[in-house]
């Protein structure tokens, strides 16, 4: 068991990718405290502390290191995909995408990381995406801003702390299938006029391995990052996406 004796934490963490990672960690030995604002999925997820919360909440993150404690491992999953231009993004929108993918992983290291530090390691592993500072993706504007920032927050991290044990990585991946992501193929199907079937071919054409994703494979990463077989890798950027970006 590659996590055995481990507290790790993972937020989003009832559905899509979240939940892969928490399961994973879980199979690995760890004790794992998922984190999520849907109270009736997270009851669904087994072997796991479960603790609902909103990730925007700021006075509720600074509690959670009394009620769960030291952790070893942060994985930082919540993100926003806002769908839109610069022109079509609105103050709500700029704001919750900012929220969701860069304010909650500030404030979830700030409150997890003196315990890390006090323990004399740890990893903090980052949700970014393909779609950041790596690549640009049409109509994604608010979402590869916000995740671009995950990226600059993630190596100033790793460089401040390297000295210290704690690592700290962001992951990339590609499209994936989700939940969310069904969700986005419906919606974008209902723009273009176009048939559920098509706007997922859509999303499948970008990908030179003609297929998506899948969410255990990015919980693997997320595993392997967390493990101490990772131990000299830190302030990287994790691309996992199917050959998109090569
Ligand atoms: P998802 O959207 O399917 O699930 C997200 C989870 O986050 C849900 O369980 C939801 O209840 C929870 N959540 C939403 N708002 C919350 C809040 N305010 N507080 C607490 N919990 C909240 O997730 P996914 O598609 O697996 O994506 C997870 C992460 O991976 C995101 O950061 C996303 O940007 C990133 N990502 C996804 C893809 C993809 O194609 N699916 C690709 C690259 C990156």
């Not at 919750?96 to 903090?124: N, Q, T």
């Not at 990772?230 to 998109?244: E, K, L, N, R, Y």
Request: proline fraction near 3%; hydrophobic fraction near 50%; charge should be negative.
């Amino acid at each position: 068991m590659r996590l055995e004796g481990k507290t790790a934490i993972v937020t989003a963490a009832a559905q899509g990718i979240g939940r892969a990672t928490a399961e994973r960690f879980r199979d690995e030995g760890a004790r794992v405290w998922a984190l999520d604002r849907d109270a009736a999925a997270l009851e669904t997820v087994d072997g796991v502390e479960r603790i609902a919360i909103d990730l925007r909440d700021v006075a509720a993150i600074a509690a959670l290191p009394d009620r769960i404690g030291a952790a070893d491992v942060l994985a930082n999953v919540a993100g926003f995909v806002h769908a839109g231009t610069v022109l079509q993004c609105e103050e709500p929108d700029w704001a919750l995408s900012f929220d969701l993918s860069v304010h909650a992983c500030y404030r979830m290291i700030r409150a997890f990381l003196p315990g890390m530090l006090e323990k004399g390691g740890g990893s903090i592993i980052n949700m970014s995406s393909i779609c950041s500072s790596v690549k640009a993706v049409p109509g994604r504007f608010a979402y590869g801003a916000s995740k671009a920032a995950v990226i600059g927050l993630t190596k100033s991290v790793a460089m401040d702390y390297v000295g210290q044990g704690v690592r700290c990585n962001a992951v990339c991946p590609g499209t994936i299938e989700t939940p969310s992501l069904r969700e986005r193929v419906i919606a974008q199907a209902a723009a273009q006029g176009i048939s559920v079937d098509e706007a997922h071919a859509a999303f499948v054409s970008r990908q030179p391995m003609g297929r998506l994703g899948r969410a255990e494979e990015i919980a693997s990463l997320f595993l392997y990052l967390a493990s101490d077989e990772a131990a000299f890798i830190t302030g990287a950027v994790q691309v996992i996406d199917g050959g998109w970006v090569n």
